[in-house]
């Protein structure tokens, strides 16, 4: 979000167009997430951690040394296959890390997320804002180089013998990519072509069909993408739904912030922060969910997962309603940004603890991987949402008005409320046991 506008002024195009540099993006990770979360599954998780990381190293080179536009999104569709890299990890965790410890270690996976976001944003506009855009994805070029040794040295070597050796499911993958696609896509370009204009229309249609023929195709198939019986686990659902409504909200917030930061004072609501500061805004979002995930750590010996899902909802709810009351001010920001970060860091370390918990070993890659998914849609619809609320207010500056502004951030506030408020009947309403930490796998084998 911080590249976009500098994208846009030295490639020559428009910001709109700019804005394609993260619907690729999203819309190739939509599409590998639960791909590379079925694979995971299987024997070979270190030839696809590894294959992976090259495969968005060499995206990261073709966008650094991009000559024109068209080139610079195929590096970032590249990239894009980084969206898929928190299920094989989950995976291996969860077949390598000693019992006592798998729990805070997927917990931990989850909420990097979150975290890499906070240190990212930071680092992102220090280096563009010293020397080019170009800098920053040579930076991450070497990151993946250095990820790439600590897979190659710390990962078990050869194949994982305890794994199943299933057929993949190519008609699964190929009718989830498209319908997922082609929903993405009128999410995110449903603000540049108008939500009632054929192409959007047709885009959700195209989604709505394919969709439900690879609901039905994965019910019938005997070794399906994704488990959807598995879907049917209370706690599995509750932390999908959860997944999907947190990811809208949150991106409503991080998109709006960094507006604001990087808006002149003029509007009434700018910071007017340069490129350089304007990325450690989102500092505070990776100290709160880090953490939030020590404290995860703690309480969930005392307090049940379900338990934690509407603590991090509410913490994320009072952080939407400190952004939307109260955001002229830097200080303002920074303290929305460090709550949100803790609600997030709390949420997500506790969704994907309670599906590992819940489904069998050789579920667990695409389960948590549709999870992954399901924040991916969510945020997409997130940040749709904020462009159609702001373009529909636009001041005679040509930026989003202050009305505008106080608009979106009143949704991100209010859907993280209506999740909160979810979150709390449904745990009043449950009647479930106690369970423990872990979930022996004999008991998540018949959830499947």
């Not at 506008?5 to 990770?29: F, Y």
Request: charged content about 10%; glycine content about 10%; proline content about 5%.
């Amino acid at each position: 979000m911080l590249l976009v506008p500098a994208i846009s002024r030295e490639m020559d195009v428009t910001v709109s167009t700019a804005q394609w540099m993260l619907t690729i993006n999203l819309l190739v990770g939509a599409i590998a997430t639960p791909v590379m979360g079925r694979l995971s599954d299987g024997p070979h998780k270190k030839l696809l951690l590894l294959t992976s990381l090259s495969i968005i190293l060499i995206g990261s080179i073709i966008a650094a040394a991009a000559p024109n536009f068209t080139v610079f999104l195929i590096g970032r569709a590249l990239q894009g296959l980084s969206y898929g890299i928190v299920p094989v990890t989950i995976a291996l965790a969860r077949r390598y890390v000693a019992a006592d410890k798998v729990q805070f270690s997927i917990s931990s996976l989850s909420v990097t997320v979150s975290t890499g976001m906070g240190i990212g944003y930071p680092l992102t506009g220090i280096i563009a804002g010293l020397m080019d855009f170009r800098f920053a994805f040579w930076f991450a070029a070497l990151f993946v180089v250095t990820a790439i040794i600590v897979v190659f040295r710390v990962v078990p070597a050869g194949p994982d013998e305890g794994a199943p050796r299933i057929p993949f499911d190519f008609t699964g993958a190929s009718l989830l990519g498209l319908g997922l696609g082609a929903l993405l896509l009128g999410v995110s370009e449903g603000p540049n072509w108008g939500w009632s204009s054929p192409w959007t229309i047709g885009a959700f249609l195209l989604a709505a069909i394919v969709l439900t023929a690879w609901v039905a195709a994965e019910l019938r198939t005997r070794h399906p993408l994704v488990n959807l019986r598995v879907l049917r686990n209370g706690e599995v659902l509750l932390a999908n739904g959860t997944a999907a409504g947190l990811g809208a909200a949150m991106y409503i917030g991080l998109s709006i912030s960094s507006l604001i930061a990087q808006a002149p004072t003029s509007t009434g609501y700018g910071i007017a922060l340069p490129l350089f500061w304007a990325g450690f805004v989102m500092f505070p979002l990776s100290v709160g969910s880090f953490s939030a995930n020590r404290l995860v750590r703690r309480l969930s010996r005392r307090i049940r997962l379900t338990a934690l899902l509407p603590i991090g909802a509410g913490v994320m709810a009072a952080a939407g309603m400190l952004l939307w009351l109260a955001h002229t001010e830097l200080w303002e920001i920074l303290v929305g940004m460090l709550v949100l970060g803790v609600g997030m860091g709390t949420s997500y370390a506790a969704m994907p603890a309670l599906i590992a918990r819940s489904v069998a070993t050789a579920e667990l890659g695409s389960s948590v991987s549709f999870n992954q998914v399901l924040r991916t849609v969510g945020s997409s619809f997130g940040t749709a949402m904020a462009g159609a609320v702001l373009a529909a207010d636009i001041a005679p500056d040509l930026h989003p008005s202050g009305a505008g502004i106080s608009a979106t951030l009143g949704i991100g506030a209010v859907l993280c409320a209506v999740v909160f408020i979810a979150l709390l009947i449904h745990t009043f309403v449950s009647r479930s046991p106690r369970q423990g930490d872990i979930r022996p796998e004999s008991r998540a084998a018949g959830t499947r």
